[in-house]
């Protein structure tokens, strides 16, 4: 399908065309929501193809989820035919699986490389502490793991640290006892230098390392950087103000701009000659990924960073009305240090925001559910047409049991991840183990699962007599009958798990052996499934029906799959994302989508329930003293009200439980931020502000809640009722008291004093 110029361009605004046509070897489309972004970066690609003459293998086009991968695909599909698929659509994580897959082996990845999720790296983590005799309690696997992360996204090497901090330690020296360890600094390069030893060892990567070790493939293979530059002559990136530093510099690689070439500005486009031509897309003020590495001066840095670089700015927004943007306008200019937008919409002013404030986080989920339930019923909303979001996962859980018993159907985004449950995570490392028999994090996993006598005593000799050896631990399982002490008690169970290991990997090896075979091969020989079926624990059948389920998904991805591999397969479960679970756009599914501000991110819903506006809960409270975590909570609120089109809600409890206690909540100062004539209170004041206030207890809202919920016991924390709540106290939050304690309780009374 040739289209013509009309079709591509004929349905956008003057800017969003200019954007689509544009030539030039740089340019920023930096915009604020909703504004078409997303929409223009597709028609430019269709552009590129159908109007520079690119062929699609020259285009190489970051979206920031799979799901937006797969989005931006069909989109293309329909615009420009099926040429599209052979495209290059991908996250940073897959398209750097491709490269790695290809030369990987230049940098000493062997093909079947692990990836490890989250939990792999932790056990990792936690082998290294043991044998460093390192406190876990002190220094947790996820602490460590978050610096390790932020050296990787930095692109700080194991060679910097240890030169800086650690300068006498080498990686896999055998008895290391870091007892004596100084400083923090140290025990991180220590643990880090070794952590990297051992990743390499097992012939295994983590997702940080995907983008790292490509960034190092292309910086010292010459002559696969030139392929790809060669290749690759359009690169384009959604959501750049998410990226961080080493993305930013993969994209540099990539595109070759550091290659001293200047960019051809020919009238044909980029050709082939130059770097690429780079087209990034983005909205600084939906930068909401620090904690991952996110750098927003990529994206505020752009026009200095990448020569003969051109802006342009959208600022019609398609998507709300404009009492949404307002709302999300004046709330993002309370943000210092940003350059100020115009976004205005033509949709009109549309309906006010509805505000409610619930005496206990229960009663906002039952007034939530009672309120989709009603625009279901009375005017005719669509279930799925509605999002609820919320700050933390852990907020999800009351939302659901409101909808559970209003019967409003919905649909969880993230929670309990498929292939993080215990069994899943049994039969891929199974899989893992098969593919990779170096991955000794897996094949520790499955070496006693199910039960064969195989415990800590029998690992720990393998282990030992392995590393005393240089060995993996799979050849030492291999060599097990030449392991001193041995006693035939567990030198036969390890031949026979050896032998069954050796079996199975033959099985997988033969000639067109499709994924999902050697998923029932494993289920079946490894007696996982068996030891499953046989138990009267009735949890036990859902974990047979998720081994089932699991061999469905092998069979579906054989059948979408061209080139179907057993590491083909275990790669796309481990680049699986919350977001992979959200439905496809124009489906009904006939259910209300339930997700973090997190995930939302891109999306948008006629109708959002912004949930727990309140302090400590949004913003969070690790945010609220620290100016710049500050901004972060208010960009993920912008990014929260502008998902909405038509109908936004906000709401928030007066008490809620954290940590285990019921806490008072004060109201979010985000709240404070939205101007008063545009959200319509359905309920203002709860709690204690209400007694405050004059309001006697059930003299109005009492008829809402029932004695004995939670509200009273929430209460009982403060004193009781009796006490007239004169010394509440604060269940360790991190505001102060000052701000709370005026009677006349009003939005404005404590915007300025706190938090100004
Ligand atoms: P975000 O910042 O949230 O990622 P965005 O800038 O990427 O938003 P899009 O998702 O591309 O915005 O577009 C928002 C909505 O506006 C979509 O429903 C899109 O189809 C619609 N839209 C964008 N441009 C136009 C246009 N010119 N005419 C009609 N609808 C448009
Ligand atoms: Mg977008």
């Given at each position: 399908i040739v289209r013509s110029p009309q079709e591509l361009i004929g349905d956008l605004n003057e800017q969003q065309a200019q954007a689509v046509q544009f030539r030039g070897p740089a340019l920023l489309i930096g915009a604020g929501a909703g504004s078409g972004k997303t929409r223009v970066l597709t028609r430019r690609i269709a552009w590129i193809l159908t109007r520079f003459g690119a062929w699609p293998s020259q285009i190489l086009a970051i979206t920031f989820t799979n799901k937006a991968a797969a989005e931006m695909r069909e989109r293309l599909s329909t615009l420009i035919g099926p040429v599209a698929q052979r495209m290059w659509v991908s996250t940073f994580h897959s398209a750097c699986v491709r490269i790695l897959r290809r030369d990987g082996e230049r940098i000493g990845l062997k093909s079947g490389f692990t990836i490890y999720d989250t939990a792999d790296c932790e056990r990792l983590v936690k082998l290294i502490a043991t044998d460093f005799n390192i406190d876990v309690k002190r220094y947790t696997p996820r602490q460590i793991l978050a610096r390790i992360s932020d050296y990787k996204n930095g692109l700080t090497g194991v060679r910097e640290t240890l030169a800086q901090y650690a300068p006498d330690f080498r990686p896999g020296t055998r008895g290391f006892r870091i007892g004596h360890i100084g400083n923090v600094e140290e025990l991180y390069a220590i643990v880090y230098a070794e952590y990297q030893h051992r990743l390499a060892l097992a012939n295994a990567v983590d997702f940080d390392d995907l983008i790292v070790r490509t960034v190092e493939l292309l910086r010292t293979q010459p002559d696969v950087a030139e392929y790809y530059r060669r290749r690759f002559r359009y690169i384009l990136v959604d959501e750049y103000q998410d990226t961080n530093h080493a993305q930013y510099v993969l994209v540099r690689e990539l595109a070759g701009v550091d290659s001293g070439e200047r960019p051809s500005s020919d009238a044909v486009g980029a050709g082939r000659q130059g770097p690429a031509w780079i087209t990034v897309v983005g909205d600084s003020d939906q930068s909401i990924y620090a904690f991952r590495g996110a750098d927003i001066s990529n994206i505020q840095d752009f026009e200095q960073d990448f020569p003969d670089a051109r802006t342009i700015m959208l600022e019609q927004n398609y998507r709300s009305t404009q009492t949404i943007l307002d709302a999300a306008n004046a709330v993002i200019a309370h943000n210092e240090g940003r350059k100020p937008k115009k976004l205005w919409t033509a949709a009109g002013k549309g309906a006010p925001i509805t505000g409610y404030a619930a005496d206990t986080a229960q009663l906002e989920a039952h007034w939530i559910a009672h309120e989709i339930r009603r625009l279901h019923e009375e005017e005719g909303v669509r279930y799925s047409d509605v999002a609820v979001m919320y700050r933390a996962n852990a907020q999800s859980r009351s939302l659901e049991e409101g909808l559970i018993q209003a019967h409003v159907p919905y649909q969880l985004i993230g929670g309990t991840k498929f292939y993080e449950r215990r069994e899943v995570k049994d039969a891929l490392a199974y899989l893992q183990a098969i593919v990779n028999p170096a991955d000794g994090i897996n094949m520790r996993r499955i070496l006693n699962v199910p039960k064969r006598g195989l415990g800590a005593r029998a690992e720990s000799m393998v282990t030992v007599w392995a590393d005393e050896r240089g060995l993996t631990f799979w050849q030492g399982i291999e060599q097990a009958d030449r392991i001193e002490g041995m006693t035939t008690r567990t030198l036969n169970p390890l031949k026979r798990f050896a032998a069954m290991m050796t079996q199975l990997r033959t099985f997988a090896a033969e000639h067109d052996r499709q994924p999902s075979q050697v998923v029932a091969e494993v289920l079946a020989q490894s007696g996982l499934l068996e030891e499953l079926q046989k138990s009267t624990d009735p949890q036990d059948q859902s974990r047979v029906e998720n081994l089932s389920q699991l061999q469905s998904v092998a069979a579906e991805y054989e059948q979408n799959t061209p080139d179907a591999t057993l590491a083909g397969f275990l790669e796309t479960t481990a680049l699986v994302a919350d977001s992979d679970q959200l439905p496809d756009e124009a489906e009904d599914t006939g259910k209300v989508t339930l997700m973090t501000l997190h995930t939302a991110k891109g999306l948008e819903y006629p109708v959002v329930f912004l949930t727990g506006m309140e302090q400590g809960t949004f913003p969070h409270s690790r945010a609220m003293e620290d100016t710049s975590e500050l901004s972060e909570e208010r960009r993920l609120a912008y990014v929260g009200i502008t998902r909405a089109k038509r109908h936004l809600y906000i709401t928030r409890a007066a008490v809620r439980a954290q940590w285990g206690r019921a806490s008072e909540m004060m109201p979010s100062q985000f709240l404070d931020e939205?101007?008063?004539?545009l959200i319509d209170w359905k309920r203002r004041e709860a709690g204690v502000e209400r007694m405050r206030s004059g309001w006697g207890r059930g003299s109005d809202g009492g008829s809402s809640y029932g004695r004995g919920d939670d509200w009273d016991a929430g209460l009982d924390e403060f004193g009781g009722w009796d006490d007239g709540f004169a010394e509440p106290s604060y269940g360790g939050s991190a505001y102060g008291r000052s701000s709370y304690g005026s009677s006349s309780y009003g939005s404005s009374s404590y915007g300025g004093s706190s938090y100004g």
């Open positions: 939205i101007p008063d004539e």
